[in-house]
């Protein structure tokens, strides 16, 4: 996943809401690239995300993990337990995913704490773990107010971010159109978010539960 969006292309995912480990199982292998597992609308903690992650292992599919908050312990338990793609909500300016992406590394990169046997290193098995992880950590941050997107450029100009994604119905309710994504204000802003994104090289992301409405996501830009 992390390096489909580097190359562009397009990937589709799916939102697990329900907390279910047999529902995870259940759309494991429906044909999507990546899943999202998430914990800031939902009433999953550790070890419903756990259960959910060992559901999807087996699958093609990518696991992504969106956080409840842009939190240090947090990410650190996350991590240690095999999530390597972190979506991250509420991200308002350049230092915030800064953090973020200091939050997934280890020093002197960043300041994820370090433990020696967790099952992201297969409980100590997996020998090169601390050489190659920070070549496959995904990070998205979700720009979700105007404030946000008057950062844009900036966040995308940094190189541990891979992608951008627009939350729509928060960015709605910013413009005064709580309940109503659809409307014209969020619409023009996001063809401008996903416009400016391209032009900085940085993958767009975009949730829709509409087909048309994604397929025009990606030709406006977004890459998934």
Request: charged share 20%; hydrophobic share 45%.
């Amino acid at each position: 996943f992390k390096h489909a969006l580097a190359e562009g292309r397009p990937q589709v995912g799916l939102w697990a809401s329900l907390c279910s480990n047999i529902a995870a199982n259940v759309i494991a292998d429906s044909g999507f690239d990546f899943i999202v597992v998430d914990m800031e609308h939902t009433v999953n903690d550790l070890g419903s995300v756990l259960t959910q992650m060992q559901a999807l292992e087996a699958s093609p599919t990518t696991t992504v993990v969106r956080a409840p908050w842009n939190e240090a312990v947090m990410f650190k338990r996350l991590m240690d337990m095999g999530a390597h793609s972190l979506l991250v909500p509420f991200v308002q300016s350049p230092d915030e995913a800064r953090q973020a992406a200091r939050q997934m590394r280890y020093p002197p990169d960043g300041i994820r704490g370090v433990a020696v046997s967790t099952r992201a290193n297969r409980y100590g098995r997996d020998k090169s773990y601390f050489a190659t992880v920070h070549d496959e950590i995904c990070l998205l941050v979700q720009l979700e107010t105007r404030e946000a997107l008057s950062h844009l450029e900036e966040i995308a100009a940094i190189d541990e971010v891979d992608g951008i994604f627009i939350g729509p119905s928060d960015l709605s309710a910013d413009f005064g159109h709580l309940g109503n994504p659809g409307h014209k204000d969020n619409l023009d802003a996001i063809a401008d978010a996903a416009a400016r994104g391209q032009a900085a090289g940085k993958a767009m992301g975009f949730l829709t539960g509409d087909i048309a409405q994604a397929h025009a996501c990606f030709d406006m830009g977004f890459t998934f």
